[in-house]
């Protein structure tokens, strides 16, 4: 039997963004290392959670994931706060996984899926489809062709690793592996753990960059380009959407590395540390929290500068002076 081969057709769009995303791995990379600052690993795992789980409809906001983490309590539904704790076994035992292994793959499942899912760890024995409201826009190929279906993606990605780009091939497998809905339950969270694992091989910083939270600032755009492969019956809009969303979550990575770097004042070290990601701020709330009384001296030396390294965006840019005005960390 001729052996599997995922459609998909290279790009001059595909070809840019990965020389992008070399260049600014590599220039990350030169200016400081992910894995020798603790804090900005714990913060961007914690994104990448909050951000997975919130693609399928986990409505605990990044704070309750943070204190489920903590051990903390938190009021909220127990699968929410259960599906907080598996992802965060998984993610904490990351290092160990080989992603050419469907025996990893099904390991992680399991742990991804704890106390969740019957056929936590198991490939599905049911029918799968996609709706939207009563509609099936989408059925998953018939269960027992799973195993096969899993086997020949995972014979090809053995077979293409030498020869297919890390950044293309991950993105292959990400559409090929939502497409086959191997799991009952658990798909989506797989495929995004997954695909930063293959790239983790190929660059060990992707461990530490959350892809999780850049797809969810475009979760339509990433269900979009999925459906639009299912029509075109190959995985080339969607290879080109990731490289898209992976070359931008690095221009974030950069603005942290840069914000932790000796290269900033004091004054923007104190705001930034008083600041949650993706919470928005009033001025008044954010001098409170600094202890400063002079608005004058909290916009030149910490608002304006902020702004202007782009290391915080107002959320109403064209009226920067408008009373409904918040500013919010990136």
Not at 95 to 100: A, D, K, Q, V
Not at 117 to 144: K, N, T, W
């Amino acid at each position: 039997m001729e052996a599997y081969q995922p459609p998909f057709t290279i790009t001059n769009e595909m070809l840019s963004c990965v020389a992008s995303i070399s260049e600014k791995i590599g220039r990350i990379t030169a200016i400081s290392s992910l894995e020798s600052k603790p804090h900005l690993r714990k913060i961007n795992r914690i994104r990448s959670i909050h951000s997975s789980l919130r693609i399928e409809a986990n409505s605990l906001s990044l704070g309750q994931v943070r204190d489920v983490i903590s051990g903390k309590s938190v009021l909220g539904e127990q699968k929410e706060i259960q599906e907080v704790k598996n992802a965060y076994a998984a993610y904490e035992q990351f290092s160990e996984i080989n992603p050419y292994s469907i025996k990893d793959l099904k390991h992680f499942h399991g742990i991804m899926t704890k106390y969740l899912v019957s056929e936590s760890g198991e490939f599905r024995r049911g029918e799968e489809g996609v709706f939207s409201g009563d509609q099936c826009i989408f059925m998953a190929p018939p269960a027992r062709f799973v195993p096969q279906l899993m086997d020949s993606l995972f014979q090809w990605m053995h077979q293409a690793k030498n020869n297919v780009h890390p950044l293309i091939l991950s993105s292959v497998f990400h559409y090929e592996f939502v497409f086959i809905h191997p799991f009952s339950d658990g798909n989506g969270r797989m495929a995004r753990l997954w695909h930063t694992a293959l790239l983790a091989q190929w660059k060990p910083v992707f461990e530490y960059i959350p892809i999780e939270s850049q797809i969810e600032k475009f979760q339509e755009e990433y269900y979009n380009a999925i459906a639009q492969c299912h029509v075109d019956g190959e995985s080339t809009v969607f290879i080109e959407f990731m490289l898209s969303q992976i070359d931008s979550i690095l221009d974030d990575v950069s603005v942290q590395i840069y914000e932790d770097s000796e290269q900033i004042s004091e004054q923007l070290r104190k705001l930034l540390a008083a600041m949650e990601y993706d919470t928005p701020y009033t001025g008044n709330a954010l001098m409170e929290k600094l202890g400063l009384k002079s608005k004058e001296g909290f916009r030149k030396n910490y608002l304006r500068p902020a702004i202007d390294l782009n290391l915080i965006h107002m959320t109403i840019p064209d009226k920067p002076n408008s009373r409904n005005q918040r500013y919010v960390k990136k």
